[in-house]
């Protein structure tokens, strides 16, 4: 089987176990674990943040940044669809007792227009707003870089109205390596940041919200609150360092992979995104039936969009560490075999 579902898929690999099985460890709760003390300074210090948290998941740290950036009662912008809204079981509800308020924009992104438009003027009757979420490189539009300039220009939007801004990077680094421009540029334009390391960069477990000295004193609290105070739990935060100490760089083969199986896929007859990243869509009228299909010849994928009714949709294929160039071919003749099944021949 060659998995394309996601990049949570990878095993941890020798180098990382290595580095796992050395660690030292010691009580994080008690802010003693020296693996995890260094985890964060560096996580940081790649952000150009005064400090960061390490948590269990990309769930957990988002999460943890809508409650220490809002209020009860307090609205949230983000992009219809984004992570934080459409795949996090309701907890901005749930935890934080906010409401969201969903925003379109092309690709992931919202303009500055869209931010402004949405801003309620002080009354009453009105919900305070007080944080933006954006995701950068967005999961649901398959992998899309929130352009630097466009970024910088939403948070500003936002900010000029008090509110925070919040950015959802668990791919972070991928929009790194297709453009070329460092993860903290994007981050000066926020004020706080989830990174993964359990995504492209391969290892088993955990995220990290970064952000200033204060904010992530009061995430400490939030996060012993919602379950997340581990441990021992350096044995793990080691496998996250690897990965930031040594599969950032290499996440580039990835979106280079990731181009090569679309252009097979275009190739084979299947109408296919151009991807900026890791993630490639096809666009098919029955996508489950695609995914079924796609199982049987080897290949595992899953729903990029959801359709609605009677409406087609998106499969995404997702390119990863444990994805090498003769994946992505037998990946590639696999679904010209379905295409061809399709046809009759
Ligand atoms: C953009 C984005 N944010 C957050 C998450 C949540 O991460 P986790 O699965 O670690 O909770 C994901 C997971 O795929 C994601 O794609």
Redesign the pocket.
Known sequence: MIDLR???VTRPTDGMRRAMLKADVGDDVFGEDPTINRLEEYVADLLGKEAAIYC???????QIGVFVNTHRGDEVLLHEG???FN??GGAPALLSGVQVRTLPGEGGAISPDTVREAIKPENVHFPRQRLLCL?N????AGGRVFPLEDFAAASEAAREYGLRVHL????LFNAQAATGIPAREWCAHADTV?V?S??GLGAP???LLAGGEETIREARRARKAFGGGMRQAGIIAAGSLYAFENHVERLAEDHKRARKLADGLRDAGYSVSEPETNIVLVESEDPAGLIEALGRAGVLATLGTTPAAGRSGTVRLCTHLDVDDSAVETAVEAASSVIAQALGG
């Open positions: 996601s990049d949570t269990p998941s990309g769930t957990m740290t988002n984004a992570h934080i795949y996090e995701e490189t967005h999961n649901r959802d990077g668990a791919r989830s993964c359990s995504k477990v955990g995220s």
